[in-house]
């Protein structure tokens, strides 16, 4: 079976034919599935019904049997999909409703903390307690100095790349495109005008540094630092992973002794 005639399971992330009605692994109804089921009985309905005028009085009455029986099949299978669609809404719903009042909750108890941290420096500390935040799922957006706080993210975790190279680590392939998008990162989020000029001025002043370290540990020259930036800047300054991956792999290659 072709790779796009395959969907992967939202409960158990198995793999089985988009045609399937539900998972053959874990039981989940597949809506889109079912769907082509119920499609595909109607359309055996609808042919049985047009060659009912060439039958037998016996063998419509056979045959209208048939259909109703079928008919019946169809309704239940119907009825009992519009059921699980009723209950799924409802208990997403639910589970939205209840993620909200736990980001709101986080909010009230936590904002003015971040907001004390922020205004007396404390960046390091609130860096941690910001990706603790995000992994536990808690809505972060609506912080404030988010944009900052993740910008320094970036560059604490270049600086700490940075001074294991300098101490000698090996460059490997995912130490380099880190250190790469964090890098990039850093650079991007001045041009992204999501600071205040506070925020903008601290990371002015880290710039010329990450820029430095483009060119003399990994060779970038001016066009192709400018190459980089208009590509960024075309898409909506955003650095992806894989492109600092595939500059990660070229670097290794070109400079294998």
């Known amino acids: 079976m072709k790779k796009e005639d395959l969907i992967v399971c939202p409960s158990c992330a198995a793999e089985f034919g988009k045609d399937n009605a539900k998972c053959p692994f874990c039981g989940v109804m597949y809506y889109p599935?079912?769907?082509?089921?119920?499609?595909?009985?109607?359309?055996?309905?609808?042919?049985?019904?047009?060659?009912?005028?060439?039958?037998?009085?016996?063998?419509?009455?056979?045959?209208?049997?048939?259909?109703?029986?079928?008919?019946?099949?169809?309704?239940?299978?119907?009825?009992?999909?519009?059921?699980?669609i009723v209950v799924a809404v409802f208990f997403l719903q639910k589970k939205a409703r209840e993620q909200e009042r736990e980001d709101f909750i986080y909010r009230q108890a936590n904002f003015p903390v971040f907001d004390e941290m922020y205004e007396n420096g404390?960046?390091?500390?609130?860096?941690?307690?910001?990706?603790?935040?995000?992994?536990?799922?808690?809505?972060?957006?609506?912080?404030?100095?988010?944009?900052?706080?993740?910008?320094?993210?970036?560059?604490?975790?270049?600086?700490?790349?940075?001074?294991?190279?300098?101490?000698?680590?090996?460059?490997?392939?995912?130490?380099?495109?880190?250190?790469?998008?964090?890098?990039?990162n850093v650079i991007m989020y001045v041009a992204r005008d999501v600071l205040d000029e506070q925020e903008k001025g601290y990371i002015d002043s880290i710039k010329d540094s990450v820029i430095d370290d483009?060119?003399?540990?990994?060779?970038?020259?001016?066009?192709?630092?400018?190459?980089?930036?208009?590509?960024?800047?075309?898409?909506?300054?955003?650095i992806t992973?894989?492109?600092?991956?595939?500059?990660?792999?070229?670097?290794i290659k070109r400079n294998k002794k």
């Open 214 to 238: 483009l060119k003399t540990r990994w060779g970038m020259s001016e066009e192709e630092l400018k190459e980089w930036y208009d590509r960024l800047a075309a898409d909506h300054h955003i």
């Open 33 to 84: 599935g079912a769907e082509k089921a119920y499609m595909e009985h109607l359309e055996e309905v609808k042919e049985d019904l047009s060659d009912l005028q060439y039958m037998s009085g016996e063998a419509v009455k056979e045959e209208a049997k048939k259909v109703g029986k079928l008919l019946k099949k169809v309704a239940i299978i119907l009825v009992i999909l519009i059921a699980i």
């Open 241 to 251: 992973y894989d492109e600092c991956e595939k500059f990660a792999k070229d670097w």
């Open 122 to 184: 404390e960046y390091d500390e609130l860096a941690d307690k910001y990706n603790e935040a995000l992994l536990e799922g808690y809505d972060m957006w609506s912080w404030e100095h988010r944009d900052f706080i993740s910008v320094y993210g970036s560059i604490r975790d270049a600086e700490d790349a940075m001074a294991r190279l300098d101490a000698g680590e090996k460059p490997e392939q995912a130490v380099i495109a880190g250190l790469i998008w964090n890098e990039w």
